[in-house]
Nanobody, 125 residues
Framework: QVQPVESGGGLVQAGGSLRLSCAAS????????VGWFRQAPGKERDFVAA????????YYSHSVKGRFTISRDNAKNTVYLQMNTMKPEDTAIYYC??????????????????WGQGTQVTVSA
């Protein structure tokens, strides 16, 4: 079993930065592709970014590409989402999810097997 736990959410002004962390125990997490998704009130859960188990391959949604960076440190069993130049429309609950066994980098929430509880990110105008 893999249980991701997100942290690092909070309140930030537009144009500011936050870094989210997703930690999980066990070697399985280090062998999993990991994705970040977000869900704003009244909206569907949307893909944000994903990273391969090695960290070599990454994939971003159009809305965050160039502003957000996903990375991982397998020695710490942690995946990060660095969010820069943030906008009010980035406000949402952010979820970390692990895909194991890995089917490939995916933007489909249904392809991910293990989910965290989420962390709230609020960007004020």
């Amino acid at each position: 079993q893999v249980q991701p736990v997100e942290s690092g959410g909070g309140l930030v002004q537009a144009g500011g930065s936050l870094r989210l962390s997703c930690a999980a125990s066990g070697h399985t997490f280090n062998s999993a592709a990991v994705g970040w998704f977000r869900q704003a009130p009244g909206k569907e859960r949307d893909f944000v970014a994903a990273i391969s188990w090695s960290g070599i391959s990454t994939y971003y949604s159009h809305s965050v590409k160039g502003r957000f960076t996903i990375s991982r440190d397998n020695a710490k069993n942690t995946v990060y989402l660095q969010m820069n130049t943030m906008k009010p429309e980035d406000t949402a609950i952010y979820y970390c999810a692990a895909d194991f066994p890995v089917a490939g980098l995916s933007d489909n929430a249904g392809d991910y097997d293990y989910w965290g509880q989420g962390t709230q990110v609020t960007v004020s105008a």
